[in-house]
């Protein structure tokens, strides 16, 4: 135990995710060291973070405007849909460049466990974009993990009868890996995604 | 149990086992030796540490304690338990550093491996202790949990399915209670909608587990009949049988069974919070000729039949290929002379049995023996 403000220091970085005891005390002592201008920028930036960072009115994501850089930019392909469950999964699909269509971010996914049931995400906003026809695709991009899964196949037969195509993301091998490395779950979901080779 | 004439075509043993901060060592070095294995100690001196300790290396769980808190030597952060495996002459480092709190974390030949689950398997060991008297007179859970780690021994890939089996019925517990609680299910379509998600889940889960575990109780079947005349004489055959919450043999026939049964019993479960279908509510029926051995068995039948099951999962892993290494904690003390005489026959053929007893207690006599002294958290080899 450290005296006062060093150990609130600790306590308050040991609550983020991810990082530990060693690694909050870590942190702690290099804020203790470094420079107070370095100091206070980190503090403006969490600062600003919280005063200037809204949420997207259309799609969920985060935006420091009503609504977000991709829901205003005209170019964007307005008839598909990708719904993920976090904002950074929007940034990590922006990087593949592969998706040119709008997202919908869910805000998590649905896990009783954590009191998370369907009114507690975005789907009700969801569901109003679809109203007007305009969209043809959604994509579901949810985690490949249990909750995912449960979250894609609810949103799937919720969506069925809106006559849209409603596709979810391949599960499967790596790019560049080998065969043998794969575990049996990602080799046999691979197994079960597998498609025909136009000749 | 009589392979001699296999006896070296797959031979795997356990050459060294270090600890650090695990149980009651702090430090400890062994060098083991293929065959007979006696670790001799007074009570509470931690010779069942050190076989629990070789049980961990192979399947990275406790067959004492549920977390790994219990197992990190109290005052120390981490344990570390490291074994040195001999397979057909080439030898592999397997090193477990356990952290409570944590997910424990695995190197082969000093290697990290991304989930420490990919070292299951590289040791098998069967061991017979104690507390397997449950496996015959305790609940349900004991025998499903038998099933399931064998299943696991058999082949890793099991861990996935458990864990994954035992995420979503937590899922739908939890949703289950909420919804009753709240009356949420008669209400509002929302909740509804997600629980047939869940069930769903759950029929996927648990059909590809109650599959494996029939298949598995098929192949155990002749195994532990032969393996119980052999300890116990003659007497009354074995019979095992599985008593599911659903019929069906295939995983589509038993996933639809599942569903079919969850949507019949779907105002009990909400009203009752529980999950009444799947393989979490199964059991391996055991008798003796006419009567189950539960409730009917004596204590010495009841033992022979503890100890058939556990030969029988050793036969069935030797059959697999690479030989288990057979742990014994204790077991003479509990069994009479005959018994005892059988039993020292069946291991002698084992690659490799380690064995624990009292100082003092009746051991038979094997022909070439390794013993150690267990004292105050060292062992020595005493001859």
Redesign the interface.
Known sequence: MYEGAVQDLIDELGRLPGVGPKSAQRIAFHLLAANPADVRRLVDALTQVKEKVRFCRVCGNVAEAEECRICRDPRRDQASICVVEESKDVVAIEKTREFRGRYHVLGGA????E?I???DLRIRELLARLQDGAVTEVILATDPN??G??TA??LA??LGPLRLRVTRLASGLPVGGDLEYA???TLGRAFEGRRLLEA | MRTSNRRWASRVYLRALSLVDFRSYPSLDLTLTPGVVVLRGANGEGKTNLVEAIRFAGTQDSHRVASTAPLVRDGADRAVIRVVVVREDREARVELELTPGKATRARINGGPLPRAREALGLLRTVLFAPEDLALVKGDPAERRGFLDDLLVARAPRYAGVRADYERVLRQRATLLKSAGSAGRVARRGGDLGTLDVWDGHLARFGSELLVARLELVEALRPLVDKAYAAVAGTGPGVALSYRSTVAGSRREEVAEAMRAEMTRLRVAEVERGVCLVGPHRDDLLLSLGPLPARGYASQGESWSLALALRLASYELLRGDGGEPVLLLDDVFAELDSTRRRRLAELVASAEQVILTAAVGADVPRFDAVAAHDVAAGTVRRVN
Do not use: H, Q, W
């Open positions: 649905i896990s009783p466990i009191g049931g369907p009114d249990l909750e899964e449960a196949t609810y037969r919720l575990d049996e779950v």
